[in-house]
């Protein structure tokens, strides 16, 4: 829940609820169960939304949805139990509302960013060339490569077109998205309790990711749920995600990432007071 003044994103309320859409789906079909909890847990924040009396209450799914084989069992789903129209985004408005939204959360002009958001079933990049925004989706996430034994290699070649791209323009500041991304900080930091406000413009060094990529990938999956700073539903599918945040980061030859808890849901937040079509 929040509030837009202008540019401006005021958070009233955040919550946050992991239902692994993309678990268990074999050849682009979801799962009841994992659609279930899915529609559950829209349900049960649409209901602390309304406790508000917003303008305004709006679901939207990424890629897990998008690439579906029956994304009308969730249509469905979310219809019936929270009583909202599902919009399926594709990958270049999750993109951009993650490019919007990070920037929203920023004091000031960012020099030259680049935005990166890693979520569960792809990985979104978005930065200025001449004057034109760039929008990119890759078929990369946490839980996708978990899911698939994804290899580095294989995350390396999806995400080598991308980078290749973007590396040309020499980004300035290049700010970080997503559970992957907060979650290391909340780690470095050694958060017992989450702090939104502790992690949000934290820099990440390079060097710092890497060594949290080698930390997690020896260790097993009891040790990791332990960690102050993992959530412990989280720990299966970090060192995934870590992957992806290092391949990004040595392939654009960066000192590190800014850390951002404003994303996509600010950008969407921005996007439905400016009236903006979703599709």
Not at 35 to 55: F, I, K, N, S
Not at 185 to 204: I, K, N, S, T
Request: with cysteine; hydrophobic share 45%.
């Amino acid at each position: 829940m929040g509030e837009v003044q202008g540019s401006s994103v005021h958070p009233l309320r955040t919550a946050l609820r992991s239902t692994r859409l993309l678990a268990g789906a074999v050849n682009g079909w979801l799962q009841e169960a994992a659609v279930q909890r899915t529609v559950a847990a829209v349900a049960e924040l649409a209901a602390l939304a309304r406790d508000y009396r917003p303008r305004d209450v709006v679901c939207v799914a990424t890629s897990a949805a998008r690439e579906a084989r029956n994304p009308e069992l969730l249509r469905a789903g979310v219809s019936g139990k929270a009583g909202l129209d599902l919009i399926i985004i594709d990958g270049h408005t999750e993109a951009r509302l993650a490019y919007q939204g990070a920037l929203a959360g920023f004091k000031g002009p960012v020099a030259n960013p680049l935005v990166i958001d890693i979520g569960g079933g792809s990985t979104e990049l978005s930065w200025q060339d001449e004057g034109r925004l760039q929008l990119v989706s890759v078929k990369v996430g946490a839980v996708r490569a978990t899911e698939t034994a994804m290899s580095r290699a294989a995350m390396e070649n999806m995400l080598a077109p991308a980078l290749t791209r973007a590396g040309k323009v020499r980004p300035g500041q290049i700010i970080g998205t997503g559970g992957t991304i907060t979650t290391v900080a909340a780690l470095e930091l050694g958060l017992e309790r989450y702090q939104p406000e502790l992690v949000h413009g934290m820099f990440l060094t390079t060097e710092q990711v890497q060594s949290w990529h080698r930390r997690l990938a020896v260790m097993p999956l009891a040790e990791r749920r332990k960690l102050p700073g993992l959530q412990p539903e989280r720990a299966d599918i970090i060192v995934a995600g870590v992957t992806i945040v290092e391949i990004i980061l040595t392939g654009l030859v960066a000192r590190g990432v800014v850390v951002s808890e404003a994303d996509l849901l600010w950008g969407l937040l921005l996007a439905r007071s400016r009236g903006e079509q979703l599709t």
